[in-house]
């Protein structure tokens, strides 16, 4: 049977798992879908909820403040996309047997922190050690916010005519991720300085930040229609992810999607396309074109760079890449092709 790593694709979630989300409620303003990252319940006196849910990351070898961080901030990455902070966390932890109740301290003391730093309250969930367990994702978590109903983005409200703004750069989330874990062989084909450019990245997986100078407290009112972040599937993934949810065409410019040198040696060596492999930390944000300069350099003041990729385009004019003066279709991959290359190091013996 072939496996398939990730997230279940497109087809599957669609015909499957939205199809059958329980009862009707009324006031479900947005439900599950392909490329929208929150779902959002209506609430009396203008006000609305929205709500995101993940896994937790546990990854010894990378260390536990490291994956505390990703548990906290991919976490956060979605919820931002409504252009608000989350406010409240519930979190469901399944530990391995073999795993410390020391270590766990060290690890939750490092879960508090990181929410504690971006205003998060953590009101409950489940916490528990089970035989067996040795994956690297140890659960789950939740987190919710509560906003102004007519400021609110989810990526439905993609406008046709809006540009597409990247913030950062491409693949950074992959790209630290591996250099953390095949420090030695990094360094021994492409120098010691590249890996520890490439490890320095790991703390730019967060895009709260970015979302919220974007957005300037007022999203919809600063012509920001809709923002989308990276994960699996990479700039171009999200960006597919995004006008799919829409029912919009898009138009992405190639030579303008950002990757810096390190990030093109590091993909190099793992066989990765940068464009198509999980970026955490890089938000897509689609604006009216007369306020893409003001949001720029909102997120320049706060050193965030910012390029602009594309337009959004009516339905008709399809997903199109323009790839060295030629129009090309843009592909969407169910698999993003991190997963792969980490495991082929792996078991290569990459160290």
Request: glycine share 8%; charged share 20%.
């Amino acid at each position: 049977m072939e496996k398939h790593l990730g997230k279940v694709e497109q087809n599957f979630l669609e015909n499957v798992i939205a199809k059958q989300c329980g009862a009707e409620q009324a006031s479900l303003r947005v439900k599950p879908q392909f490329g929208v990252d929150v779902a959002v319940i209506e609430l009396a006196g203008g006000q609305v909820m929205a709500i995101t849910s993940d896994p937790l990351s546990l990854i010894p070898s990378l260390g536990l403040a490291e994956s505390a961080w990703l548990s906290v901030h991919l976490l956060a990455n979605d919820m931002a996309t409504t252009g608000f902070s989350p406010m409240f966390a519930q979190f469901v932890l399944n530990l391995p047997d073999w795993f410390s109740k020391s270590d766990f301290q060290t690890y939750w003391g490092h879960i508090h922190q990181f929410c504690k730093e971006i205003g998060v309250a953590i009101t409950g969930g489940h916490t528990g050690f089970i035989e067996g367990q040795n994956s690297t994702i140890a659960g789950g978590g939740t987190f919710w916010n509560f906003c102004p109903a007519d400021q609110i983005l989810t990526t439905t409200q993609l406008r046709e005519g809006d540009v597409i703004l990247v913030t950062k750069q491409s693949a950074i989330s992959s790209v630290a991720i591996l250099a953390m874990s095949f420090p030695q062989t990094i360094q021994n084909k492409l120098g010691k300085e590249v890996q520890q450019k490439a490890a320095e990245m790991f703390y730019q997986t967060s895009s709260l930040k970015d979302a919220l100078a974007a957005s300037n407290g007022k999203p919809q009112s600063e012509g920001i229609s809709a923002m989308h972040d990276v994960t699996e599937g990479g700039i171009l993934g999200a960006i597919y992810e995004m006008v799919s949810a829409a029912d919009k065409g898009v138009l992405v410019y190639d030579n303008k999607i950002p990757a810096d040198e390190t990030i093109k040696a590091v993909c190099g060596l793992f066989e990765l396309d940068y464009r198509y492999c999980v970026g955490a930390g890089s938000m897509i944000i689609a604006c009216s074109p007369e306020k893409a300069e003001s949001i720029s350099k909102r997120l320049q003041r706060e050193n965030i760079p910012c390029t602009q990729v594309g337009e959004v385009k009516n339905k008709s004019f399809g997903k199109k890449l323009l790839q060295n003066d030629k129009l090309l279709d843009m592909p969407y991959f169910d698999t993003d092709p991190y997963w792969q290359a980490f495991f082929k190091a792996l078991q290569s013996g990459w160290k």
